[in-house]
Each structure stands twice: as C-alpha cells, then as structure tokens.
T-cell receptor
Framework: SQQGEEDPQALSIQEGENATMNCSYK?????LQWYRQNSGRGLVHLIL?????REKHSGRLRVTLDTSKKSSSLLITASRAADTASYFC???????????FGKGTKLSVKP | SQTIHQWPATLVQPVGSPLSLECTVE??????LYWYRQAAGRGLQLLFY??????ISSEVPQNLSASRPQDRQFILSSKKLLLSDSGFYLC?????????????FGPGTRLTVL
C-alpha cells in the first residue's frame, strides 16, 4: 500500500532557482526520510526527520515536517544541474513496519 | 566502508527462464537486508526482507523467492520468469530496524524479460 505520495510528479526549473517537493502520508510516523535516485542508479539517503522535529537542514537541503497535516516538504536551494534526479520520501508502513516509498518527484534542473 | 554489491548489472532473459540475482554486503555484520523492485517511472515496491541467515519475509505474493544462505548474502530467484517481472531490482540494508534508521542501497540490476 502507498504510504507516502510526492507532489509534483515532475518539476523542471532553471539552475539557481529553488526546488520544492512535497510528501503526504497517511498514518502516524516515527520518522520520515528523503532519498535521491539518479537515473538508473540506487537510492541515496539524504535526510531523516523525526516526528518530534519540525525542520531540519543539511547543506542546501531543508526539510520540514507537519505531523498535524501529515505532510513534509523538501526544499533544495540554489539548484544545480547535478541536482537532476528523482526524489522519494519514505515512511513506515506495510504489515511488518518496513519503509514504504512514494512514487517520487522527478526533478530536472536546466543549466 | 559499508558497500553493497549487486550482480549482474543488467540482464535480459526470455519468459519462462530461471533467475538468480545476487546481493552481497561488506563492512557490517548481521544487517537487515531488503529486495525492492522498481517498475519504470514508479516508486519502490518491497519484495522481501531478511533479519538473519535463513530468515525471509515476503511483503507481497509473487513469482519470486529469496534466500539468505550467508549473513552478508541475499539472493533473489525465480523458477520461471514472467513478462511482469521486468524492472529494476534494488538490494538494500539497514542497521537495526528500518523504521528507525536509514537504508543503504546497492547499484541495482536492470532485468528485462522478453
């Protein structure tokens, strides 16, 4: 079953602009994680935000979490062409409490 | 370093043929291991996970099976492939419970069933 849903499905911006991706989920969570996937490659963990945190920063990444709205956002500031990738959120779900990934947002940053 | 190896990197197989994908992990003991499948342009679907040697749990019924013959080896198999088995297969590990910790992914195997 789908736990996280990213929005938008695709995003195209110019280099230097900020990119914002959103994730909505259905059930209560322990934490929410964001991953990045370059085309044809494995996923790379970007950042984990716990349910008692509201905002977290890592370099040019800023993640917010609103548990009342069951939503999170990932902001990439001053985007670069190298940021072009798909971005996934993941939360706990399924019958055994494993991570469930959304369908992802495909980000394209044009130089 | 903690590295995950997957092979082969790409595979083209006819319908009805068997399958064996291998995943090995370096640099950690007793990891939780996971097999995911990603269809084109889609998210990841968890297929199997293992918390130890010989311990396999399946998330969804399917044409595939998994085995863990060694602590750092996780194998995905099929006796007879279907067209719908095509996809990008990713092996991952976590330290402790996946619900709490991040997962590390291998480079993936792209399987095309013709």
């Amino acid at each position: 079953s789908q736990q996280g849903e990213e929005d938008p499905q695709a995003l195209s911006i110019q280099e230097g602009e900020n990119a914002t991706m959103n994730c909505s989920y259905k059930t209560s969570i322990n934490n929410l994680q964001w991953y990045r996937q370059n085309s044809g490659r494995g996923l790379v963990h970007l950042i984990l935000i716990r349910s008692n945190e509201r905002e977290k920063h890592s370099g040019r990444l800023r993640v917010t979490l609103d548990t009342s709205k069951k939503s999170s956002s990932l902001l990439i500031t001053a985007s670069r062409a190298a940021d072009t990738a798909s971005y996934f959120c993941a939360t706990v779900g399924g019958s055994q409490g494993n991570l469930i990934f959304g369908k992802g947002t495909k980000l394209s940053v044009k130089p | 370093s903690q590295t995950i190896h997957q092979w082969p990197a790409t595979l083209v197989q006819p319908v009805g043929s068997p399958l064996s994908l291998e995943c090995t992990v370096e640099g950690t003991s007793n990891p939780n291991l996971y097999w995911y499948r990603q269809a084109a342009g889609r998210g990841l679907q968890l297929l199997f996970y293992s918390v130890g040697i010989g311990q396999i749990s399946s998330e969804v019924p399917q044409n595939l099976s998994a085995s863990r013959p060694q602590d750092r080896q996780f194998i995905l198999s099929s006796k007879k492939l279907l067209l719908s088995d095509s996809g990008f297969y990713l092996c991952a590990r976590s330290v402790g419970l996946a619900a709490i910790n991040e997962q590390f992914f291998g480079p993936g195997t792209r399987l095309t069933v013709l």
